[in-house]
């Protein structure tokens, strides 16, 4: 076995392990509001997305290296951002900070606010994945376009954070519900198992 088969099949474990986790994110975020395990599930999940997004955006290099290297660095970026995000609540889970002013206590995360990074650029290096998945051979149209309603789902819940606020809002809560318990974990869950078989192979 070759190492960029080697490193494809465990980013495959890392992509369906991302699956799972982002899952568990949802229900601990939303059913359980578990702060502990969901601060934990966002730190080891952008871990787990950021070496699935190496392997993937390696193969889609294939099509376009300029291109798939923004991606790259855009989907790097926003796994960063959502582990540093998720070390920063775990930290004042386990330590909280003393008595804050209500106003000081609602601002939003410095590195990671309404969700930029883990949601918007998120949906961004995801929508330039699924444009390169339309020129290269390796990917179904059926993957290619739920690759595309990934991505547009991830920058909806980033606005609706950014603009309506409030997280019962249909608007915020049907869309983030979406991403979160279905299209994120099934496009995460399918990508690793593609990497684990290496059926993603070169274009003619």
Not at 38 to 64: K, Q, T
């Amino acid at each position: 076995m070759n190492a960029s088969s080697a490193f494809d099949r465990a980013a495959g474990l890392a992509a369906i392990a991302a699956a799972l986790i982002g899952l568990l994110y949802s229900v601990s975020f939303v059913v359980l509001q578990n702060a502990l395990l969901y601060s934990l599930c966002l730190l080891i999940g952008g871990l787990l997305s950021l070496v699935a997004l190496v392997a993937l955006f390696e193969r889609l290099g294939e099509a376009d290296a300029q291109v798939a290297m923004l991606g790259l660095m855009l989907g790097a970026i926003s796994a960063v951002g959502a582990t540093i995000h998720g070390g920063y609540d775990l930290a004042n889970v386990l330590n909280p900070p003393g008595e804050l002013p209500a106003a000081v206590a609602a601002l939003p995360s410095q590195i990671d606010p309404r969700g930029l990074l883990t949601f918007g650029v998120a949906g961004l290096a995801v929508l330039i994945a699924g444009s390169l998945m339309r020129r290269h051979l390796s990917f179904s149209p059926g993957f290619g376009a739920l690759t595309f309603l990934l991505g547009a789902l991830l920058i909806v819940v980033y606005l609706g954070r950014l603009i309506v606020l409030t997280p019962t809002s249909p608007l915020v809560l049907l869309p983030a519900a979406l991403t979160g318990f279905v299209v994120n974990p099934l496009w995460y869950l399918l990508l690793g198992l593609s990497l684990r078989a290496s059926r993603l192979e070169k274009p003619n």
